[in-house]
């Protein structure tokens, strides 16, 4: 039996949306802030037995934030867990029919578990009677409304409707716009009542890891310290006659340590004291000195203190004196022998949750952490930030949480494709590459020279880093873009993915003539080959994007290094012919090259260099000199803008000020005061970006941050 599917609808960060779940290990991948907590919550609020009496205690600031502002009222919250591969032992068999099973066979397979927090049965009375579209009657219904007096919690099972369907919820909760809302509700579809002592938290083994944020204090703290949790299990499995010898001694060292002279003597001159102090008639009537050290097994195992040495010492410390990884991971250790020993119980189930286990633990022990953490008959799933426990994850396990205003969406990467694909998607996603999973937006390109340029050029032309705007870029080290591009779909990760790739468009004329020498006939023929090969990439990729507008592809004219020229950046490449070349007169000519017009010249000048010293290498050395006034190409601006579907005021007007303080560095005299003034405007809103677009073009013509604007407009 495991978790398949859990649908969350109005709750907290979720307005609709659900999770699919396996057997096995399974991983939520998302920013903070995206709702990973939030969905443990709602799985505890079902199926952990500690955290049952919450359900019952849900207020308004449990609705997502889109129902804030009493917008909440009259809607309800809705909570569902989908179970799969039921067994047939007559003890889940009967628990499941009589509450939460959807009979298919001779014997439940499937079933459901839910919980509504919805308004009493007087209210939804009440809307069942208003005349369809009286918003009227029911804006007053909803006035009086609270949470407190009008709310309940009710949990149901053998339901087979579709939550996360609006039609559905509308048949179920009613239809707000038009005022319909039903009368009675259909227990076939939205499931029956299940009795409390029928409570599944009752009957699987569920546990629950936090985030290891501060389990130095948590060890301190006896409700939390799992130490003292294992002890407390462990003494009630002492038998008296086991524990008797120790108990006698434990008294005989009390009586040793209150027989102690030095003790009797503070307690006579205690009493003697209080005497001269109020009298014999106001002084205690007896006074001791008594050594407390329990005589009880659960007290005397609490005492107990944990101690470590860390890999490679011998001295062995407390808790407190280990390093933040060594302690995360004694705690994590001690919450899984917990859930060892729960598990040895006889339950239906064992699911273990894991929140963000990663915190301050060395990269290499999370990925040996996630392959060893496989239980057999347990379903564990866990939230992370983690690249390294991400690359090893399954695609087919993994749901990703995107953060959107006032709510949170869930994808699942693998939906639609076929087991190759999959295939073809894990192969990609290396530690390195699974940043994308984690962006707002993605950007592939395919050599070393885009991956080590296009960030520096962004951030000293623009200010501002592609990790600032949200998106990754990933080098594929090939042209396959489609292996990891199909990721991102309608059905899959709805985010921006540009493609940057070169059209290879030949640099030269490619025709043959008969005095040609054999180096230009071969150095044509591989010009037209690689034209070729441009022309069957981009025929390959239209057809690739076509019908899906989360994926675009954007090309450079001919290759980054001759287009990067083009635009305009001769500058910064003549500034490392020095360092690709050792003859004089082999500089002179390269620089010759470099500003002749004829692309022809140039172009065939930077690919040499850039084959002489490797073109990871040679993007190195020039990224070095590329500074504010470098033209990022236009190919490259488009991409980054379509992978980062927004900007914010804040982000474009960081843009201008940043532009506007370089420029002032280089030229004080430069006047930008109406610039700041309208700047200023349009951080607060109250005008345009064409407004601001106009000074900053009036101040410094043709700066490149106007092309910016025009493309952003």
Known sequence: MYISKVSLVNYRNFANAYFNFNKGINTIIGENGSGKTNVFKAIRLLLEDASLQFAYKLTEGDFNRILDKGKWKGHWIIISIEFNELNDEEAIQSLFIHGTGIAEADYVKKATYNL???????????????????????????????????????????????????????????????????????????????????????????????????????????????????????????????????????????NSIEALPDVQTIREDIKTTIQDAVGLTYSPSSLSIKSSVPDEAEKLLQSLKLFIGEPGEEYEGGIHELSLGGANLIFLTLKLLEFKYR????????FLIIEEPEAHIHNHIQKTLFDNLDYGDTQIIYSTHSTQISEVSNVENINILAKKLNYAEVYQPSTGLAAENINQVERYLDAVRTNLLFAKGVILVEGDAEE??????????????????????????????????????????????????????????????????????????????????????????????????????????????????????????????????????????????????????????????????????????????????????????????????????????????????????????????????????????????????????????????????????
Not at 188 to 203: N, R, V
Not at 343 to 350: L, Q, R
């Open 343 to 350: 598990k040895s119980k006889d339950t239906f189930a064992n």
């Open 452 to 713: 080590i340029l296009i960030p520096i050029m962004v951030k000293k032309v623009l200010g501002v880093s592609l990790d600032e705007l949200g998106i990754s870029l990933i080098n594929i080290r090939s042209t396959g873009f489609e292996n990891v591009a199909q990721l991102f779909h309608n059905d899959r990760i709805q985010r921006k993915c540009a493609i940057l790739t070169d059209l290879d468009d030949a640099i030269c004329d490619t025709t043959e003539n008969a005095d040609d020498s054999a180096a230009q006939k071969k150095y044509k023929k591989k010009v037209a080959g690689s034209m070729q090969k441009g022309v069957e990439r981009k025929a390959k990729l239209d057809v690739f994007e076509t019908g899906n507008n989360w994926v675009k592809a954007f090309y450079s004219q001919h290759t980054f290094e001759v287009d990067f020229i083009t635009e305009g950046n001769e500058e910064e490449v003549k500034k490392i012919i020095k360092k690709v070349y050792i003859d004089s007169a082999t500089r002179i000519q390269a620089k010759e090259d470099i500003e002749n017009a004829d692309v022809a010249v140039y172009g065939k000048r930077v690919l040499t260099m850039a084959k002489q010293e490797g073109k990871g290498w040679f993007a190195i050395m020039l990224g070095k000199h590329i500074f504010y006034k470098t033209e990022i190409p236009a190919y490259i601006l488009d991409a980054i803008i379509f992978a980062k579907e927004t900007y914010s005021s804040n982000i474009v007007a960081d843009i201008f000020q940043y532009r506007m303080t370089k420029h002032f560095e280089d030229d004080d005299t430069i006047n930008f005061t109406n610039c700041k003034a309208e700047l200023l405007k349009y951080r607060n809103g109250t005008n345009k970006l064409e407004d601001l677009s106009f000074d900053f073009d009036v101040a410094i013509p043709g700066d490149q941050i106007s092309t910016l604007i025009d493309k952003l407009k």
């Open 116 to 254: 509504f927090f919805r308004p009493k049965a007087d209210i939804r009375q009440k809307l069942s009677e208003l005349a369809e579209g009286d918003k009227v009657g029911l804006q007053k219904i909803l006035d009086d409304i609270n949470i407190l007096d009008n709310y309940e919690t009710f949990f149901t099972g053998k339901s087979t409707a579709d939550f996360n369907n609006p039609e559905v919820y509308k048949e179920l909760v009613g239809d707000f716009e038009n005022v319909i809302f039903p009368s009675a509700i259909d227990a076939s579809k939205f499931g029956s009542k299940i009795p409390h002592q029928l409570s599944i938290a009752k009957e699987v083994s569920f546990t629950f890891i936090q985030a290891l944020r501060d389990v130095v204090s948590d060890f301190h703290n006896n409700r939390t310290n799992p130490l003292i949790t294992l002890l407390k299990n462990k003494s009630g499995e002492i038998k008296d006659t086991d524990y008797q010898p120790i108990s006698d001694l434990v008294t005989q060292l009390n």
